[in-house]
């Protein structure tokens, strides 16, 4: 029998509250005042399986207990749980949109606190998004009030000209996917495109930094020669983990010719012919534990991140080499040089070390993976060996902020991203460490990342189809040239042009706002971040049969409940009744508009400048330079053909009608606060209907002492 939306929600609410009795627990039992006594004060309730019970003693004890490590994305992820929770409870009913909302929420908060449990919700997400695409797919027609459903200025619709892959055109990829995996990687786990050599690179895109990391890496492992540390500073969502990846692959024993043609020009032009074997040791952060030992198949039991870099290299004969420093947990010494001598050439990748190190800040009890002091004596050692010894190289990801409040080369994320306090030291103390030996690489600039987003959802471009790619580049083009008092002056550049082929079908102006807007948000991920929004967004136009030359912000459906999702999961949970009402919802202000007038229905205007003004604006709400300029709104909305006057049109009765779009001169945003022209009718509103009475008795006071004379005039 088919699982009911309330059913789906009952199963979340289930596993939440099983990992989170336990992480509670631990997190009372070390932070409270009364340490292991602390359910005493909750003996009337169940706090091992009641999540309203659990939920009770986060909120109870946030401040002594919870908010260093969770932080204010996890005390709104607790307080919308709380929602969906009493909402479940009070057996009200669940749409599609409210069960995705809440298992969102669920999957959030347990990914959160490192519980495996997020992959079951997140896989009960993910399936019934596919229903609801699978549902809308089968549909004649395209929903009511769609967007771009005729062609624009003759140019053929993006779907005729190039093709998502179809796990994202069918809507049958998983967020998770996104996330790339070096453990599932070495594993042999997931999808061929990260699993397998061949597939990996045909879907990669070589940026300029990856093809140096990748020539510096087959010359330093063949020739001993080159970087023999490498520190892949990126903020989240940045692409280390892809790039560990890649390296991972390079020497996984395939021979130079059953790579790619891009990478066996790289390795021809490093100077390398033959790949030799190479041992690769893999270690992620947040897959191990410093309080548990891992017996390994062959009855090895190993307890330090220098125990399981020496068996992964050596087997048992490795391993013995640093055997008592794992078992004494103490830094191995010379013996990790020993180990790579014995074992080289070899490539050692180390990924979440933050993850795994913070787990041991403020520990007093020696734990079997050591102290939080012996992580940075052991990063020097493993350091110098890896210098010592040639044919060896070693890569690590640290995190690293581009908060201009913290300027330098420090890799020092936000207390959020790196999981509290402990994390901001495990970053810091290691990447001093670190920075004394290694080449600090980044991955990718804004530019090269749209290639990256592009080839990860869409196939490539047919020989017969660029010429309508550039067609369309061409109209678009001389479209912003001869109307360029319109709009920003970049579209007016020589190579504008160019970067509306590089990034087809999507719109510049769309990647400019998730990279430079989006991305600055705590928890998006950057290309991550923008990869999973994408690729929800392009599941929608499909199933939506948009019609539209190109992707635009005003294309992103906010309607859709896996786009709004995305959208909202990294903002105050205000937002979400505020899109439905003011922005795009099926009873809101815009659709109102276009609705009520022809002129603007026919483009649906209103709802298309309402998204580009929140898509430019919500991430920044709280700065003092907030709000966009029209110029960029028309940008973001029009398309060849089109009035421009029509969307300056559509902000004035926006302006107008909405309760939270706020104007200052010629720039536009929306806020969760209501703004002046709301309360303003409100209360003419009030005065004209239930204060009735008051305005007439006010009226008649004020003539009442009008003099007589002033009255007969």
């Given at each position: 029998m088919a699982l009911s939306n309330r059913d789906r929600v009952g199963n979340a609410l289930e596993l939440l509250a099983r990992a989170f009795g336990p992480y509670i627990d631990r997190r009372m039992t070390k932070k409270s005042p009364v340490g292991g006594n602390w359910k005493a004060a909750y003996a009337d309730v169940n706090v091992d399986e009641d999540p309203s019970a659990q939920i009770s003693v986060v909120l109870d004890n946030w401040q002594a207990v919870f908010r260093d490590e969770l932080r204010s994305t996890g005390r709104n992820l607790v307080g919308?749980?709380?929602?969906?929770?009493?909402?479940?409870?009070?057996?009200?009913?669940?749409?599609r949109d409210d069960a995705y909302?809440?298992?969102?929420?669920?999957?959030?908060?347990?990914?959160?606190?490192?519980?495996?449990?997020?992959?079951?919700?997140?896989?009960?997400?993910?399936?019934?998004m596919r229903q609801r695409l699978e549902a809308e797919t089968k549909k004649v027609t395209p929903k009511p009030d769609a967007l771009f459903t005729e062609p624009s200025a003759g140019l053929l619709p993006w779907r005729e000209v190039i093709q998502p892959h179809n796990d994202v055109a069918q809507g049958k990829f998983a967020l998770a996917e996104f996330a790339a995996n070096l453990?599932?990687?070495?594993?042999?786990?997931?999808?061929?495109?990260?699993?397998?050599?061949?597939?990996?690179?045909?879907?990669?895109?070589l940026t300029v930094g990856l093809h140096q990391l990748l020539t510096q890496a087959a010359q330093r492992i063949v020739h001993g020669r080159g970087v023999p540390v490498v520190d892949l500073q990126t903020n989240f969502g940045g692409g280390k983990t892809h790039s560990m990846i890649a390296l991972y692959h390079l020497f996984s024993g395939l021979p130079v010719t059953g790579f790619p043609q891009e990478i066996q020009e790289l390795l021809s032009a490093a100077g390398v012919k033959e790949l030799p074997a190479v041992r690769r040791a893999v270690l992620v952060g947040t897959e191990m534990s410093p309080g548990?030992?891992?017996?390994?198949?062959?009855?090895?039991?190993?307890?330090?991140?220098?125990?399981?870099?020496?068996?992964?290299?050596?087997?048992?004969?490795?391993?013995?080499?640093?055997?008592?420093?794992?078992?004494?947990?103490?830094?191995?010494?010379?013996a990790m040089s020993e180990v790579f001598r014995r074992f080289g050439p070899c490539l050692v990748l180390?990924?979440?070390?933050?993850?795994?190190?913070?787990?041991?800040?403020?520990?007093?009890?020696?734990?079997?993976?050591?102290?939080?002091?012996?992580q940075f004596s052991f990063a020097q050692t493993l350091a110098d060996a890896a210098i010592a010894v040639p044919g060896v190289l070693l890569v690590i990801s640290l995190p690293v902020s581009d908060d201009p409040a913290r300027p330098g080369s420090s890799p020092i994320g936000s207390e959020a991203e790196l999981g509290g306090v402990a994390g901001q030291e495990a970053a810091r103390r290691l990447g001093n460490v670190i920075a004394r030996t290694e080449t600090p690489w980044r991955p990718a600039s804004a530019e090269e990342s749209f290639e990256i987003v592009r080839r990860r959802l869409f196939e490539p471009i047919a020989t017969d189809r660029i010429k309508d790619r550039d067609a369309t580049a061409q109209t678009f083009s001389e479209f912003y040239r001869r109307q360029a008092a319109e709009f920003p002056s970049e579209c007016r550049e020589p190579g504008y042009i160019d970067k509306i082929k590089g990034s087809y079908p999507i719109h510049p102006e769309l990647f400019a706002r998730l990279y430079e807007d989006w991305s600055t948000l705590e928890g998006f991920q950057r290309t991550r971040g923008v990869l999973r929004l994408m690729a929800a967004v392009i599941s929608a136009l499909w199933a939506g049969s948009d019609q539209s030359p190109m992707i635009l912000p005003a294309s992103v459906p906010l309607d859709d409940a896996a786009v709004q999702a995305e959208l909202t999961r990294n903002l105050d949970q205000a937002w979400q009744p505020i899109i439905d009402s003011d922005i795009d919802g099926p009873g809101s202000v815009p659709l109102k508009i276009d609705r009520a007038y022809p002129n603007l229905g026919r483009y649906g205007a209103a709802r298309r400048a309402a998204r580009a003004v929140f898509l430019a604006s919500a991430p920044r709400a709280g700065s003092a330079n907030r709000g966009v300029e029209i110029q960029r709104v028309k940008l973001a909305c029009t398309l060849p053909g089109e009035s421009v006057a029509t969307y300056g049109d559509a902000l004035n009765r926006l302006t107008d009608r909405s309760s939270y779009l706020y104007v200052e001169g010629a720039r536009y945003w929306y806020g969760t606060q209501a703004s002046v022209a709301r309360r303003a009718r409100e209360l003419v509103e009030q005065l004209l209907t239930t204060r009735r009475d008051e305005v007439h008795g006010e009226i008649v006071r004020r003539l009442r002492d009008q003099p007589v004379d002033r009255l007969t005039r």
């Open positions: 919308e749980a709380r929602d969906w929770r009493n909402k479940w409870a009070h057996n009200e009913p669940f749409s909302r809440s298992l969102d929420t669920i999957e959030r908060l347990l990914a959160l606190i490192d519980a495996p449990e997020a992959a079951e919700v997140g896989a009960t997400k993910n399936d019934l453990h599932q990687v070495h594993l042999r786990k997931g999808l061929a495109e990260y699993t397998e050599p061949v597939e990996f690179f045909r879907r990669t895109y548990q030992p891992e017996v390994k198949p062959d009855g090895t039991e190993i307890r330090t991140l220098w125990g399981e870099i020496a068996w992964q290299l050596g087997g048992i004969e490795g391993y013995a080499l640093v055997a008592e420093a794992d078992r004494t947990a103490t830094s191995p010494g010379q180390i990924d979440e070390w933050v993850a795994y190190a913070r787990q041991l800040f403020e520990t007093s009890e020696l734990l079997p993976g050591g102290m939080f002091e012996t």
